[in-house]
């Protein structure tokens, strides 16, 4: 039995003449997606297999075919005779295009047997002749394939060999998928020793010496696993002892490690290659000539086995030198293996006479989060799922490591500059894209895109992408007036209580559970939610030409011209009368608000969606009931039905009243409010992190500055360990939703930033709705039994993951805001919380 090894993804090419097996043998061995047929597509494109003259078109085709299934990961197997030294380039070519190796299996049949075979099938029908010329061809091609640029070739020869023949699948060299860590990530040593030890003791590790006190290994109690992203070498006072090290742990199965571009480079003089002695190669030589030939045979063994990169913790985790991008990742080639280790350039050199680098990590979206050094920057930053721990530490810098998955960062200082750098550190160049301040892209927001944004990661679908690019581009507020959207919020869990859907209690009880003493209960306004971005001067165009913005949730402006700049004038003098110019030395605010009334900016919606139901029942149910009083004096039997129709026109009734309470005449702004609730941000600072009690008292002071345009927000303040203060709020919630109220939103006292005790973020608030009030949202009937059983019912899992998500990406958004991040870098946020809410959600919850 012959077992043929053949990587898990390839491109696999039978060879063979016809009546060989080759049909018969892909059959055996290969899942019938997986085989492209050129009879098939000689048939798909001219309704004939034996059309030879249709056999060009037919490769076209299944060139494309092999090229989309390659590009998916997909392993491809081409069985045609494949004779021609130009049929086989068209598909080594289509191989590396994909990054994929090309192998052959060549099936060598007894040419008698092949035309025993060819004259049993009626559609063949060429000459004895024509067998005799392939058979030749099969004879020079098995020669050539090698040279040609298959990787792999295997030669069946006779109906034995073949009959027995099995595949026995090989993983790529960089697949270690099956290693989930924990691991500690290392950046670019550069012959850096004693800060390599430094960093490892700190992050754990145990190291173990030899006789003379070299480190050799080391091993973390948690069993850590190491991960070195190359460059051990060069420049720095002690490379042997740093591959020493490595070379012991990736040995002891302690560690493991990719190339970077100076030990290929050490690689190749070592091996007598002709390289220019530079960048510190001069020293690493010099070092290595004071130690054994032994070790230096040894070291040259191990860099040479180093693979480009790697694939770990199930393709979550992938480890290159340069980094890698998404379509490179997991496949072999020689362009996938020098991107990783010298990543892309532009062509262009800057002015210290260095190579631009590509800014790859700006355009990835991937899934997977790559890790890699090579271009050292003194700060590691977040980009696209993607972060360089290069920090510089043979030029005075740091030595780095990435704790996987904690993503915590650990560093060491360099003891001192060992090595003068051509060029300053600087942040990473590479990452941001060279433009000017207020300039966006397109690409920053379309396709597929995954964003790690410090409070947690998010892949935005293009679907999701491109709803939001429908509103942002036609409805939204200028984008520099746009720095955050209100995330939605969710309700509290399903009330026990009879008769009711949502209930202080669950409210409470949820925040127990999270870990929180202290709540605020504050009165939900029924209004429009309203964010205001205002400017201490009305000319100020910094955010747009109107010294600022009034926007809706989803961006858009609130009222238009010329009402927007009435309102911001109106907050304008309140923060001057409040002096919170002063206070805060600032010249901007954003203000989180509601507007009332809901009619203000509802109408149309009142008048459609709900005055329409209040006048259909209003018109009819009387009628009904009529009818229903007619045929009970008549002696028919409708007692049940005309009960039933009652307490419809009594919960249409409430319905209507419970609408109408939010329906108040404003003209312009005269009778329009604005009730604010929390003060988001300033010039240079963030107030996430101050408790709800002084964003409450910020809006206190704007309504004691103008008391008729602001409307105070009453609230409580609940211990949640006090019964009394607990019922208390219970009976103050059941009092204002009993006046009409909507009810109120449960927020962690702490603010807005909140976590629990194990560091994730809180639901910034939770709604809890008035009974009268969800009629409105649910049906004026909805109380009835029936219709709350199915109700209580409801799953809130998705709209909570959803507000979670949103207000995470909103919490990055104003970091960035007050850290003067350029406007791109914001927008990127703001439009994924926009993108969020085209995920389908329950409206009503």
Known sequence: MTALDIPELALV??????????????????????????????????????????????????HYVAGKRLRAGRLTVVDATNLQSHAR????????????????????????????????????????????????????????????????????????????????????FNDRKELTGPFDIVGDVHGCRAELETLLTRLGWTLHRDPQGRPVDATHPDGRTAVFVGDLVDRGPDSPGVLR???????????????????????????????????????????????????????????????????????????????????YQGRASGRVRAF???????????????????????????SAMVVYGHTPTPTPEWVNNTICIDTGCVFGGTLTALRYPERDLVSVPAAKEYYAPARPLVSVPAAEPDRAEGTLDLGDVTGRRHLDYGYGTLTVDAEQAAAALEVMSRFAVDPRALPWLPPTMAPCSTAELDGFLEHPAQAFADYRAAGVDRVVCEEKHMGSRAVVLVCRQADDNRFGPAG?????????????????????????????????????????????????????????????????????????????????????????????LRDRMARRATDLARYTEAYRAYVHPSDGLDGVTLAPFALLASAGATHTGRDHGWHLAVADRLHEADPVFFTPTRRRVVDLADEAAVREATEWWLELTAAGGEGMVVKPYAGLAAVDGRGRLLQPGVKCRGREYLRIIYGPEYTEPEQLAVLRKRSLGRKRGLALREHGLGLAALDRLADGAPLWRRHELVFAILACESEPVDPRL
């Open 340 to 366: 990783a280790l010298f990543g892309e350039t532009t062509g262009e050199t800057d002015e210290y006479g260095l190579p631009v680098r590509y800014p790859w990590a700006r355009d990835y979206r991937g």
């Open 245 to 327: 090290l490595v070379m012991g742990m990736v040995a002891a199965g302690h560690a493991i490690c990719v190339p970077g571009n100076h030990e290929q480079k050490l690689l190749r003089k070592l091996r007598g290659r002709n390289v220019q002695v530079s960048h510190g190669l001069a020293e690493t030589l010099e070092q290595l000539e004071q130690e054994e030939s032994a070790f230096v045979a040894e070291a040259s063994t191990f860099i040479d086995g180093l693979v480009s990169h790697y694939l770990l913790d199930g393709g979550r985790l992938v480890v290159a030198h340069a980094g890698l991008k998404e379509e």
């Open 13 to 62: 090419a039978l060879v063979g003449i016809s009546g060989s097996g080759k049909s018969t043998f892909a059959r055996r061995h290969f899942a019938p997606t997986q085989v492209l047929s050129s009879d098939a597509f000689r048939a798909m494109v001219a309704d004939d297999e034996n059309d030879q003259s249709a056999s060009a078109e037919a490769f076209d085709v299944l």
């Open 548 to 640: 600022g913005a009034v926007y809706t949730r989803t961006g858009r402006p609130f009222f238009g011209e010329p009402l927007d700049a009435g309102l911001l004038a109106k907050v304008r003098a309140a923060a001057t009368g409040a002096g919170l110019w002063a206070e805060l030395d600032t010249d901007w605010l954003l203000l989180d608000t509601e507007l009332l009334p809901w009619s203000a900016k509802a109408t149309g919606l009142i008048r459609e969606q709900y005055a329409s139901v209040g006048a259909a029942g209003g018109a009819v149910l009387p009628a009904v009931l009529d009818a229903l009083d007619a045929a009970t004096g008549r002696g028919l039997p409708v007692g049940e």
């Open 89 to 172: 380039a068209g598909l080594v070519r289509v191989a590396r295009e994909h990054d994929v190796l090309p192998v052959a299996v060549v099936l060598d049949a007894p040419e008698p047997l092949c035309w025993e075979r060819t004259q049993a099938r009626t559609d063949r029908t060429f000459g004895r002749q024509v067998l005799g010329r392939m058979q030749r061809d099969l004879r020079r091609s098995i020669g050539q394939l090698a040279r040609e640029g298959f990787r792999k070739v295997h030669v069946l020869r006779g109906v034995e060999e073949i009959d027995a023949a099995t595949i026995r699948y090989e993983r790529m």
